[in-house]
């Protein structure tokens, strides 16, 4: 089973939602969060002064799924969340080693 | 018995009687060899004949002589009712020990105040009961103010409130038992004693009858439903449809307010309209506004005036809306309450920052339209399904002037609630580094006084909505939105008009396209700015060039379109390329080349990759403009693509043989507008490729062009650029615009 996070902008969820809703892929965890790449939130140097840019407001998605299709849900994020401007965000995939759904107690990809 | 029941007081009762036999039975077995008289008495709940399904037993034994045998008879009595699962508290206490704990623990009091003799000596019962309640009765100078001061946490209009312990709960209920309890000496099973007391008329004592059983029935639903022991009524706890959640919400309103007036009366509480009065009385437009200008402090009286219907002269149907339920995601209260919150919510919502924009709002007053607007903002919601916005405006147009509006401010009260969702869909559904988001947004604000008004009305709704509903980062994503809606709304901007007459001119564009799906492509794709500047007839023949250039797959694909300029001797060309760093420039260079000067220009931004430029030239020696004069220039033109380099050097040729006009000093201007690029204003003595040196200056500073217009007249060019650096934003810092400005003067 794979873990695969995305901060995207926040104006791309419903895209993203909808292609992941295509392949099959219902269940997804979203959050609102704030954080800086290279678009913002990094130190600037001038004539001398130090000044910090704030952090951008972005969503934070999360979703648990199957090893097979991990690799067509990562892309069809990364298509939907695309809008070829800087602060467009990043996708992670990381392993999960156990997954259990709490009502039924099923286990594995059972559970996803 | 439990699932069979009809939920209600009655199943309550009839539970309770149940128990009452079986305790009694237990306790009769168990307790009948004790050789001192003993009674068993139910306390709370129970003892009012009150008992739900998840309720604990709270059971007092009372005995004045301590028998040996005492404590292995009780094990007879309790412990089968903790086999059978039940939740029992227990005292074991003397008649006098335990009117001394009453005197001491207002809980072992107000318990013993509801309480009811279920087995044992009836004397001695009777005794416990009636020395407690006349106990308390000496002690209400005391007492009274102490019940009154009990905390009520919650509102009786929250989506989920908690049945038990919230405002309008079953404990408010119990406080005035209680309060009826102290006043007359004497036990009581219900709040109508309060009439006896005079804290309550007989319509109120009904009212509350009323309430406390859908209370119950309430109660007893979310008990039967629930996994573990709750008291608080959720949406999936209401059992299908089996309660009637908008009564449950009215009758939590009634036990909330009808308790507010008992208090009043008992001299521990105020309440902001005298109830004796309340059918004769009707809140006015000036006593609305004062209390709304009273902040959060307004919001109880506000509550209670709606409860009462004092606000159905002003605003029909509200005291419905009151209790009006329509769940949503992050909404706590009910419809009417949750207006009531934003409208006197607008002073808190005018001092939230909004992320880094640095717009903390001033203390400016608060217009009578946006107090209105907030009132009824959600009026519309009386219907369910979408379009509540609209049915608000409607609303507001038919009731606002009799909050005195004048006809001005009902139409910018309307306008408010019509678009009152406006600014948090686009701030945080829609791409608001978009311009021609910004621009569709700042037709529908309409003027630049109204992003102010609508932005406290965003706020107060999202405050009074719940707290998940506003965060610094909604805070942030709407203070950048309001930020480009000024800018697109001021008066040099005007970004309102660009939206209308660029909507105008695509709709009459796509009519003379007709079918054709790669044109009707272009022209739906093509950014606002561009098409308000234009005329339909041009939009149609630059979709086609646009249009060329995408399918062509050539790099090097330049597409021409030339008519008869403004005034007689000049040309109107319209060129298509593929977007590139330095094409505005190449295409200046090679019209210089060509022997045209360029009078006006104006470049827009690209769309799918494919840039369209439109200049007005002349030629500029006595030559006249021929056919193999634009052949030259696509040659040019081609040529500086390939070869910028070659470019340059051809015009540094061409310009030692023709020399200025005037002399004019050369001026930049940089203005640090925080929108989506920065202006940048440059007044020079015209001369061949001064548009490819400035577009070359932006060039080398790594700055794209999104927007221009060159304009020469009598000899001094006039040229306004609207750049972004690499990353798509403004240009802000003032050294990197300083280089730009040096490097400009430096190339003219």
Same mark, same amino acid.
């Not at chain 1, 954080?35 to 704030?54: A, I, L, M, N, P």
């Not at chain 2, 009786?156 to 312990?165: A, F, H, Q, V």
């Not at chain 2, 009524?233 to 089996?242: H, V």
């Not at chain 2, 959640?245 to 509480?269: E, F, I, M, P």
């Given at each position: 089973?794979?873990?695969?996070?995305?901060?995207?902008?926040?104006?791309?969820?419903?895209?993203?939602?909808?292609?992941?809703?295509?392949?099959?892929?219902?269940?997804?965890?979203?959050?609102?969060?704030?954080?800086?790449?290279?678009?913002?939130?990094?130190?600037?140097?001038?004539?001398?002064?130090?000044?910090?840019?704030?952090?951008? /407001?972005?969503?934070?998605?999360?979703?648990?799924?199957?090893?097979?299709?991990?690799?067509?849900?990562?892309?069809?994020?990364?298509? $939907?969340?695309?809008?070829?401007?800087?602060?467009?965000?990043?996708?992670?995939?990381?392993?999960?080693?156990?997954?259990?759904?709490?009502?039924?107690?099923?286990?594995?990809?059972?559970?996803? | 018995?439990?699932?069979?029941?009809?939920?209600?007081?009655?199943?309550?009762?009839?539970?309770?009687?149940?128990?009452?036999?079986?305790?009694?039975?237990?306790?009769?077995?168990?307790?009948?060899?004790?050789?001192? /008289?003993?009674?068993?008495?139910?306390?709370?709940?129970?003892?009012?004949?009150?008992?739900?399904?998840?309720?604990?037993?709270?059971?007092?034994?009372?005995?004045?002589?301590?028998? /040996?045998?005492?404590?292995?008879?009780?094990?007879?009595?309790?412990?089968?009712?903790?086999?059978?699962?039940?939740?029992?508290?227990?005292?074991?206490?003397?008649? /006098?020990? %335990?009117?001394?704990?009453?005197?001491?623990?207002?809980?072992?009091?107000?318990?013993? #105040?509801?309480?009811?003799?279920?087995?044992?000596?009836?004397?001695?019962?009777?005794?416990?009961?009636?020395?407690?309640?006349?106990?308390?009765?000496?002690?209400?100078?005391?007492?009274?103010?102490?019940?009154?001061?009990?905390?009520?946490?919650?509102?009786?209009?929250?989506?989920?409130?908690?049945?038990?312990?919230?405002?309008?709960?079953?404990?408010?209920?119990?406080?005035?038992?209680?309060?009826? $309890?102290? *006043?007359? &000496?004497?036990?009581?099973?219900?709040?109508?004693?309060?009439?006896?007391?005079?804290? #309550?008329?007989?319509?109120?004592?009904?009212?509350?009858?009323?309430?406390?059983?859908?209370?119950?029935?309430?109660?007893?639903?979310?008990?039967?439903?629930?996994?573990?022991?709750?008291?608080?009524?959720?949406?999936?706890?209401?059992?299908?449809?089996?309660?009637?959640?908008?009564?449950?919400?009215?009758?939590?309103?009634?036990?909330?307010?009808?308790?507010?007036?008992?208090?009043?009366?008992?001299?521990?509480?105020?309440?902001?309209?005298?109830?004796?009065?309340?059918?004769?009385?009707?809140?006015?437009?000036?006593?609305?506004?004062?209390?709304?200008?009273?902040?959060?402090?307004?919001?109880?009286?506000?509550?209670?005036?709606?409860?009462?219907? #004092?606000?159905?002269?002003?605003?029909?149907?509200?005291?419905?809306? #009151?209790?009006?339920?329509?769940?949503?995601?992050?909404?706590?209260?009910?419809?009417?309450?949750?207006?009531?919150?934003?409208?006197?919510?607008?002073?808190?919502?005018?001092?939230?920052?909004?992320?880094?924009?640095?717009?903390?709002?001033?203390?400016?007053?608060?217009?009578? @339209?946006?107090?209105?607007?907030?009132?009824?903002?959600?009026?519309?919601?009386?219907?369910?399904?979408?379009?509540?916005?609209?049915?608000? !405006?409607?609303?507001?147009?038919?009731?606002?002037?009799?909050?005195?509006?004048?006809?001005?401010?009902?139409?910018?009260?309307?306008?408010?609630?019509?678009?009152?969702?406006?600014?948090?869909?686009?701030?945080? &559904?829609?791409?608001?580094?978009?311009?021609?988001?910004?621009?569709?947004? +700042?037709?529908?604000?309409?003027?630049?006084?109204?992003?102010? @008004?609508?932005?406290?009305?965003?706020?107060?709704?999202?405050?009074?909505?719940? @707290?998940?509903?506003?965060?610094?980062?909604?805070?942030?994503?709407?203070?950048?939105?309001?930020?480009?809606?000024?800018?697109?709304?001021?008066?040099?901007?005007?970004?309102?008009?660009?939206?209308?007459?660029?909507?105008?001119?695509?709709?009459?564009? *796509?009519?003379?396209?007709?079918?054709?799906?790669?044109?009707?492509?272009?022209? !739906?794709?093509?950014?606002?700015?561009?098409?308000?500047?234009?005329?339909?007839?041009?939009?149609?023949?630059?979709?086609?060039?646009?249009?060329?250039?995408?399918?062509?797959?050539?790099?090097?694909?330049?597409?021409?379109?030339?008519?008869?300029?403004?005034?007689?001797?000049?040309?109107?060309?319209?060129?298509?390329?593929?977007?590139?760093?330095?094409?505005?420039?190449?295409?200046?260079? +090679?019209? +210089?080349?060509?022997?045209?000067?360029?009078?006006?220009?104006?470049?827009?931004?690209?769309?799918?990759?494919?840039?369209?430029?439109?200049?007005?030239?002349?030629?500029?020696?006595?030559?006249?403009?021929?056919?193999?004069?634009?052949?030259?220039?696509?040659?040019?033109?081609?040529?500086?693509?390939?070869?910028?380099?070659?470019?340059?050097?051809?015009?540094?040729?061409?310009?030692?043989?023709?020399? @200025?006009?005037?002399?004019?000093?050369?001026?930049?201007?940089?203005?640090?507008?925080?929108?989506?690029?920065?202006?940048?204003?440059?007044?020079?003595?015209?001369?061949?490729?001064?548009?490819?040196?400035?577009?070359?200056?932006?060039?080398?500073?790594?700055?794209?062009?999104?927007?221009?217009?060159?304009?020469?007249?009598?000899?001094?060019?006039?040229?306004?650029? %609207?750049?972004?650096?690499?990353?798509?934003?403004?240009?802000?810092?003032?050294?990197? *615009?300083?280089?730009?400005?040096?490097?400009?003067?430096?190339?003219?």
């Amino acid at each position: 089973m794979k873990k695969i996070e995305a901060i995207i902008k926040p104006h791309v969820l419903d895209e993203v939602k909808a292609a992941l809703q295509q392949l099959g892929v219902t269940g997804m965890t979203a959050y609102e969060v704030k954080g800086f790449g290279r678009q913002k939130g990094h130190t600037e140097v001038y004539r001398g002064s130090e000044y910090t840019v704030d952090f951008v /407001p972005k969503t934070k998605i999360e979703l648990v799924v199957d090893d097979d299709i991990a690799p067509k849900v990562e892309q069809a994020i990364i298509d $939907a969340a695309r809008t070829g401007k800087i602060g467009d965000g990043k996708v992670f995939t990381s392993t999960i080693e156990s997954a259990v759904r709490i009502r039924t107690g099923e286990r594995g990809p059972e559970a996803l | 018995m439990v699932g069979s029941a009809r939920p209600g007081p009655r199943a309550a009762r009839d539970l309770s009687d149940l128990t009452d036999g079986a305790v009694s039975a237990l306790a009769e077995t168990a307790l009948a060899g004790l050789r001192a /008289p003993w009674a068993v008495v139910a306390l709370g709940g129970w003892g009012a004949r009150r008992l739900l399904p998840l309720s604990d037993l709270d059971l007092l034994i009372v005995t004045d002589a301590r028998d /040996p045998g005492l404590e292995q008879a009780l094990r007879g009595v309790l412990y089968p009712l903790w086999d059978a699962g039940l939740d029992v508290g227990h005292q074991v206490r003397s008649r /006098p020990d %335990h009117l001394r704990m009453a005197r001491g623990d207002i809980d072992t009091l107000t318990a013993t #105040l509801t309480g009811r003799r279920l087995c044992g000596d009836a004397d001695l019962a009777e005794r416990v009961l009636a020395e407690t309640a006349s106990d308390a009765h000496r002690r209400r100078r005391t007492l009274i103010p102490q019940l009154c001061s009990r905390e009520r946490p919650g509102s009786p209009y929250l989506l989920e409130p908690d049945l038990k312990g919230g405002a309008g709960g079953q404990r408010d209920l119990d406080e005035m038992t209680w309060l009826g $309890a102290v *006043l007359t &000496g004497a036990s009581a099973h219900d709040p109508s004693v309060l009439v006896t007391g005079g804290a #309550l008329d007989a319509q109120e004592a009904t009212v509350l009858a009323l309430a406390g059983d859908r209370i119950t029935e309430a109660r007893w639903v979310v008990q039967c439903h629930a996994v573990r022991p709750t008291s608080t009524l959720t949406e999936d706890l209401a059992g299908d449809g089996t309660l009637d959640l908008a009564l449950t919400q009215a009758a939590l309103a009634d036990a909330h307010h009808v308790l507010l007036r008992a208090r009043s009366r008992l001299g521990h509480g105020a309440t902001s309209f005298d109830p004796r009065h309340v059918e004769e009385i009707q809140l006015s437009a000036p006593r609305l506004f004062d209390l709304l200008d009273d902040g959060p402090d307004g919001l109880a009286p506000l509550e209670e005036a709606s409860w009462a219907g #004092l606000l159905e002269e002003l605003a029909p149907g509200f005291r419905d809306l #009151l209790t009006l339920r329509r769940p949503a995601l992050s909404h706590l209260y009910t419809v009417g309450d949750h207006c009531l919150r934003a409208a006197t919510g607008l002073r808190t919502a005018a001092a939230e920052r909004l992320g880094d924009s640095g717009a903390e709002h001033t203390s400016a007053p608060i217009g009578r @339209p946006l107090q209105v607007a907030a009132l009824l903002h959600d009026t519309g919601k009386v219907l369910p399904g979408r379009g509540h916005s609209e049915r608000g !405006e409607d609303r507001v147009r038919q009731i606002g002037a009799r909050f005195g509006l004048d006809p001005a401010q009902v139409d910018e009260a309307a306008m408010l609630v019509r678009e009152h969702l406006l600014l948090p869909e686009t701030a945080f &559904g829609r791409d608001i580094h978009d311009e021609d988001v910004v621009l569709k947004t +700042a037709a529908r604000v309409g003027r630049a006084q109204l992003v102010e @008004p609508l932005l406290r009305l965003t706020i107060a709704d999202s405050l009074a909505t719940g @707290p998940g509903a506003w965060t610094p980062w909604h805070a942030a994503l709407l203070g950048e939105l309001a930020q480009r809606l000024r800018v697109a709304l001021d008066e040099e901007s005007s970004g309102a008009g660009i939206a209308e007459r660029a909507r105008t001119v695509r709709e009459e564009a *796509l009519t003379l396209a007709g079918e054709d799906v790669r044109l009707r492509r272009a022209i !739906e794709r093509a950014p606002l700015r561009y098409l308000a500047a234009q005329r339909p007839g041009d939009v149609l023949v630059h979709a086609g060039l646009t249009a060329g250039v995408a399918s062509s797959g050539d790099p090097l694909a330049i597409e021409l379109a030339v008519s008869p300029g403004p005034t007689d001797g000049t040309w109107r060309a319209s060129v298509a390329a593929a977007d590139r760093p330095g094409l505005f420039a190449a295409l200046c260079g +090679a019209f +210089a080349l060509s022997g045209l000067d360029i009078m006006a220009a104006d470049a827009y931004d690209a769309h799918d990759d494919v840039a369209l430029d439109v200049f007005v030239v002349g030629s500029d020696t006595l030559a006249s403009v021929e056919p193999a004069t634009w052949a030259a220039f696509q040659r040019a033109l081609r040529a500086a693509l390939i070869d910028p380099a070659g470019l340059e050097t051809r015009l540094t040729e061409r310009r030692r043989h023709y020399l @200025p006009r005037v002399t004019v000093e050369t001026r930049v201007a940089t203005a640090l507008a925080e929108s989506y690029a920065t202006a940048v204003r440059v007044v020079a003595a015209d001369r061949v490729g001064l548009l490819y040196d400035i577009a070359r200056a932006f060039a080398d500073g790594q700055l794209d062009i999104h927007w221009a217009r060159a304009i020469t007249q009598d000899g001094v060019a006039h040229d306004v650029f %609207h750049v972004t650096d690499a990353q798509g934003e403004p240009v802000t810092d003032p050294g990197v *615009l300083g280089h730009l400005a040096m490097r400009i003067r430096e190339r003219v």
